[in-house]
């Protein structure tokens, strides 16, 4: 393990404000993560855990109702927050790329493709238009898209929404940053692409050294696809570490309910396995651990009081009060699982 | 796409009808249509021809294909006051209508889109709520008293602007300024909306993402995109613009159309009145169909119809 | 043990100024010349009709040549004009609240029918808005005035005749949503007969709409009466309205005698601004859903 992470996030936490002051929503609480140059991380959580918005956080993109409360986050040995909105610009696209879930709402639709693909390497990298085009070309050539020099010249409603897929991620690499978010990526495109889609962002990371974070709610391509895992229930992280690890011996109740619930093959249940109850309402939060009234494993301390952060065997960390009782606890579950 | 436009013909078709049937029963069956479609101090004789033309002895349907007929015909009826038909009156002062409202237009555009992008880029501040002053002012002051205003100041007081008629450049400015100051309020909330509503767009957030500077951001990305409803308005209100004209056009005694509506009813020419109206709803119903055949034509959605 | 002789908790008349964001200016000014119309006669100082030709064109009080006598002046026949804008409130005020009340009766009354009825009914109806709303307003009130000759009563008729097709797009809408509810469906079922549903359960739903509406046209209206009664087609002379004062006071203004048109427009402005306004304040409040319009 690295002692210089190309990011991390200490104590992050995000909060939207109502217009008069009176309700907060801890959008992203108390939130620590890292993740080193060239490695995958996923960020795996219900829709409201938090997710989209700590990646928004990290890109200082924040609609105007929501503010950082506290913690820092250091890229490449920066902290981003005490960043002017000039020097972020710099760092959008350039240093830190994102992609978003839905292709045909992220792509301008009156202007060609190659336009949107080659605006951001003459915006941050000053080019002339005919360089650019030609670096447009190659990306595109790079995310496999057949004939790219016709499709530079096209529309984005004239292209399949796999194709589309394809070239926000040509966008996101088009200068070279070292880190790319993609938020659900795989969500909206047809599972058959969607392998082939994974591949492809597997290949580029590899070609360009980048690091990846993948945000999603799908543990199969997590599993697939990274080497860390983060889950996030009501904003908080409950569970982190390396993946394998945490699927072979889940620590929070939650992670093992989320792994239950993927229905196997060699599985003769009749029915799924669904996890009871409701995802929280982030406004009205219970008192204590928020996954407790869903929690099959719950006791009383569960609902007095929030559960703090605990690090543990490789890396690894947990918020839950069965860990807590001890670290004997949370290494019989790592024993139990060994075994 | 054809059937869809077939489609909006036969609706184009259909209003037609129901407005010529609508102006037809209003003058036969609320007023005594003897007395308004012959001149004062006409001969007997006359009116005796023109009872038995469109005469209430005739049954009502006849009376309708009558007159329907000389509408195809482009018969619109002749003028007492001017002595001639009215149809070539119309579209003689036409184009001075045009003209004026074309210049009021741009007034409106040019005022209304710019104030539109900087209310909906600084909403919720200073400029936002100017926006909203200026906005409701424009739907409170009515068009004509601005122009009489405007005429006390710029022609009384200064006497840098000819008050009436037309002619030069500087007899459109205060006409056009009346005349689009409702407009100009319309189309700067339109704009602003818009503006909005792009502005919290997938696509705008990806520019943002790209690292792209704001001000590339608002002027390559999101005008264009916000534009499109305002320009569609802008057109429809153009021909509206043309009709509603009718008080800014009397008072700067400027030659257009609504001018010739107000002499109409100053001396109770009515084969005028009823001309101006019938004509003016045909050509509403009209450009709007032509609208939206542009629509067809533009919106691959729509031209993908079968 | 003493009696409590009042009711509490019942809330106090004025807690509805406490709501957030309450006119209260544009209630006021509204209000105002609510009174001064109806108190006409006791507040003008003279008859709005007739003037005296020795006292022609003074300038308000204020000016050079201006007294006392006539606070804002008169106009070229000697009429002062405070008396005949004050009884120009109360034509705007008849005309206006009038024609808006005939116009939503009739507008709400057919776009309920035509909601709830559908079928050919509704096609007719419908059509027959279309095609009204295509002819702009001002152009079809003069036509309709050319045939049946001005007159206080026939303007009022005019302008309802003119405006419901405003209604009753926005109601049929309000209508045809509020027929997928519940308490509707209901009634259907329990076998209510039509008019009884739309009289007990359409009509109080869609009063709060029609409301909002009719503030919202009050400022229209009267801007349209102005325009008519300038044009001459309004309200007759001698009877003073607003628009009217403005055409007369044209000729004085040449000259600048600027009085005869600007406090009209003032008044008139004053009117609609607070009138829509108002309007605003209530689409707010009553009904969300309403802010479309």
């Known amino acids: 393990m690295s002692t210089h992470p190309l990011l991390q996030i200490d104590n992050l936490s995000t909060h939207y404000v109502s217009a008069r002051g009176t309700r907060v929503v801890r959008a992203v609480d108390d939130v620590s993560l890292r993740i080193d140059a060239g490695e995958t991380l996923g960020i795996v959580g219900e829709s409201g855990s938090g997710k989209s918005t700590l990646a928004l956080t990290i890109l200082r993109l924040l609609p105007p109702a929501a503010r950082v409360a506290s913690g820092r986050m250091l890229f490449e040995g920066e902290d981003l927050l005490e960043k002017s909105d000039a020097e972020m610009r710099r760092v959008r696209g350039k240093r830190i790329a994102m992609i978003l879930q839905d292709p045909m709402a992220s792509l301008n639709p009156l202007f060609s493709i190659g336009d949107q693909v080659a605006e951001p390497i003459r915006v941050h990298e000053g080019v002339g238009r005919a360089a650019a085009w030609s670096r447009a070309r190659e990306l595109l050539k790079a995310v496999r898209i057949p004939s790219p020099q016709t499709r530079l010249l096209q529309h984005p409603h004239e292209m399949s929404g796999g194709m589309r897929q394809r070239i926000v991620g040509a966008i996101g690499i088009s200068c070279e940053p070292r880190l790319l978010i993609a938020d659900e990526p795989t969500t909206s495109l047809d599972l058959t692409i969607q392998a082939q889609y994974l591949n492809l962002l597997r290949e580029l990371q590899r070609a360009h050294g980048l690091a990846l974070i993948f945000i999603t709610h799908n543990l199969g391509i997590v599993a697939k696809m990274c080497d860390q895992l983060a889950v996030m229930y009501a904003g908080r992280v409950v569970e982190s570490g390396p993946v394998r690890q945490i699927f072979n011996a889940p620590a929070h109740p939650y992670t093992q309910a989320l792994l239950n619930s993927i229905p196997r093959m060699s599985d003769n249940r009749n029915r799924l396995a669904a996890i009871d109850g409701q995802p929280p309402d982030l406004v009205a939060l219970p008192p204590g651990c928020a996954f407790a009234p869903r929690c099959p494993s719950a006791f009383d301390r569960c609902r007095e009081a929030p559960p703090s952060q605990l690090t543990f065997g490789d890396q690894r960390t947990v918020r839950c009060w069965l860990a807590d009782a001890g670290s004997d606890a949370a290494d019989s579950q790592v024993r139990k699982g060994a075994a | 796409m054809a059937r869809y436009i077939l489609r909006r013909l036969a609706y184009s078709l259909v209003s037609l009808f129901l407005l010529s049937l609508t102006i037809f029963l209003f003058v036969r069956v609320t007023g005594d249509p003897t007395t308004l479609l012959v001149e004062p101090g006409a001969s007997q004789a006359d009116i005796d021809a023109i009872r038995e033309r469109f005469g209430p002895d005739q049954p009502i349907w006849v009376q309708y294909w009558s007159f329907m007929a000389s509408l195809a015909q482009g018969d619109f009826g002749q003028s007492f006051y001017y002595r001639t038909p009215v149809f070539e009156l119309y579209l003689s002062r036409l184009p001075n209508s045009l003209l004026l409202a074309l210049a009021a237009m741009a007034f409106s555009l040019l005022i209304g889109i710019p104030s539109g992008i900087l209310a909906a880029v600084r909403v919720g501040r200073f400029w936002d709520r100017a926006g909203k002053v200026f906005s409701l002012l424009g739907l409170s002051l009515p068009s004509f008293w601005v122009g009489l205003v405007l005429i006390l100041f710029f022609s009384v007081y200064l006497e840098w602007l000819p008050s009436s008629g037309s002619g030069t450049a500087l007899h459109l400015i205060m006409p056009a300024f009346a005349l689009g100051w409702y407009f100009a309020a319309a189309h700067m909330r339109l704009t602003r909306s818009s503006m909005l509503e792009v502005l919290g767009s997938e696509y705008i957030k990806l520019a943002r993402l790209k690292g792209l500077p704001e001000s590339l951001v608002i002027c390559k990305h999101a005008f264009k995109n916000a534009l499109i409803p305002v320009l569609t308005l802008a057109g429809i209100n153009l021909v509206i613009m043309i009709n509603v004209a009718v008080v800014v056009e009397t008072v700067f005694a400027w030659p257009g159309i609504g001018r010739l509506l107000y002499e109409g009813i100053t001396f109770r020419d009515f084969p005028v009145v009823q001309a101006v109206v019938l004509l003016g709803g045909i050509m509403i119903v009209a450009v709007n169909l032509l609208i939206d055949i542009l629509y067809a034509v533009i919106d691959p959605r729509i031209r993908l119809e079968r | ?293």
């Open chain 3, 1 to 293: 043990m003493s009696l409590q002789t009042e009711a509490v908790g019942l809330p106090s008349r004025f807690d509805i100024i406490r709501i957030e964001g309450f006119p209260l200016l544009p209630v006021l000014i509204l209000g105002g010349i609510a009174f001064v119309a109806i108190f006409a006669n006791v507040l003008a100082p003279y008859d709005p009709e007739i003037g005296s030709l020795a006292a022609r064109f003074r300038p308000p009080a204020w000016q050079v040549g201006g007294s006392g006598e006539h606070l804002l002046g008169t106009d070229h026949l000697g009429r002062d004009v405070l008396s005949r804008l004050i009884f120009g409130a109360r034509v705007s005020m008849v005309v206006g609240f009038t024609a808006v009340i005939v116009a939503g009766v009739i507008g709400t009354g057919l776009g309920i029918v035509s909601g709830f009825l559908g079928g050919w009914v509704d096609q007719v109806i419908m059509r027959i808005t279309d095609t009204w709303l295509a002819l702009p307003a001002l152009t079809f009130a003069i036509f309709l005035t050319a045939i049946v000759g001005p007159s206080e009563m026939n303007i009022v008729i005019i302008l309802g005749a003119v405006y419901w097709t405003r209604y009753a797009r926005v109601i049929r809408g309000e209508v045809l949503s509020l027929k997928q509810r519940e308490f509707v469906r209901l009634a259907i079922v329990a076998g209510c007969s039509s008019r009884v549903i739309m009289w007990r359960h359409i009509l109080p739903n869609v009063l709060n709409s029609a409301i909002v509406l009719g503030t919202l046209m009050l400022g229209v209206v009267i801007v349209t009466e102005a325009a008519l009664s300038f044009l001459g087609v309004g309200v007759p002379p001698p009877k003073p309205a607003w628009g009217l004062m403005l055409a007369d006071g044209k000729k004085g203004m040449m000259v600048g005698y600027w009085w005869l048109t600007v406090l009209p427009g003032v008044c008139i402005m004053l009117m609609v601004l607070s009138a829509n306004l108002i309007g605003d304040w209530l689409r707010v409040k009553l009904d969300p859903q309403l802010r479309q319009l």
